[in-house]
């Protein structure tokens, strides 16, 4: 069993930037794929970022490619996710996900641990 939980949500302006943590336990961190995913109000969960175990490699939704960066330190057991350049329509609850698989994964049902989200906020 992985526990996930994330924190770094927050309300910000237009424009501005956060970045969001997530901190897992129960295995070994390096031996599962992170991801992130969104859900605003009255929309389906989406998918954001992920990252390899050894962090060297990552994938963008094309929403937040080029404003985002997804990166890990195993040694800390943590998952980022810096956005940059954020926009009103960013604002979501943003979820940290982990799958033992070895590949990259985009699709939310391939992701076997969740956290409880974190509510991040945008106003234009």
């Known amino acids: 069993q992985v526990q996930l939980v994330e924190s770094g949500g927050g309300s910000v302006q237009a424009g501005g930037s956060l970045r969001l943590s997530c901190t897992a336990s129960?295995?070994?961190?390096?031996?599962?794929?992170m991801g992130w995913f969104r859900q605003a109000p009255g929309k389906e969960r989406e998918f954001v970022a992920t990252?390899?175990?050894?962090?060297?490699?990552?994938y963008y939704a094309d929403s937040v490619k080029g404003r985002s960066t997804i990166s890990r330190d195993n040694a800390k057991n943590t998952v980022y996710l810096r956005l940059n350049s954020l926009k009103p329509d960013d604002t979501a609850v943003y979820y940290c996900?982990?799958?033992?698989?070895?590949?990259?994964?985009?699709?939310?049902?391939?992701?076997?641990?969740w956290g409880q989200g974190t509510q991040v906020t945008v106003s234009s």
């Open positions: 129960g295995r070994p961190f390096s031996s599962l794929v």
């Open positions: 996900a982990a799958s033992s698989t070895i590949v990259l994964i985009t699709t939310r049902k391939r992701y076997e641990y």
């Open positions: 990252i390899s175990g050894t962090g060297g490699t990552s």
